[in-house]
């Protein structure tokens, strides 16, 4: 990655960050969720798997309804899949 992309990078993960706190300061929980999940999106998008899954986790956890919940495991399964982690899929 060179420097611009590194700098276009951490400036993007910047505002996700702040929205995930304003959210957390100023709104409500589907607002942090989606938050958080938009920057675990940002992380699958940029190759950042590991980093991508432990906050797809995160967002797991702060999602209430079933139906979002399932989502989220949809695309965690995914990935797994598309590493051909078969181990972890059964999880």
Do not use: C, H, P, W
């Amino acid at each position: 990655m060179d420097m611009e992309n590194n700098n276009d990078f951490e400036a993007e993960l910047k505002k996700l960050d702040d929205t995930i706190k304003n959210a957390e300061e100023n709104e409500g929980d589907t607002e942090i969720r989606d938050a958080v999940i938009a920057k675990a999106d940002f992380y699958l998008k940029n190759d950042k798997i590991d980093k991508a899954i432990e906050i797809y986790y995160i967002g797991l956890k702060k999602s209430i309804g079933v139906a979002r919940k399932m989502d989220i495991i949809f695309i965690i399964m995914e990935i797994y899949f598309k590493q051909d982690n078969l181990k972890l899929v059964k999880e």
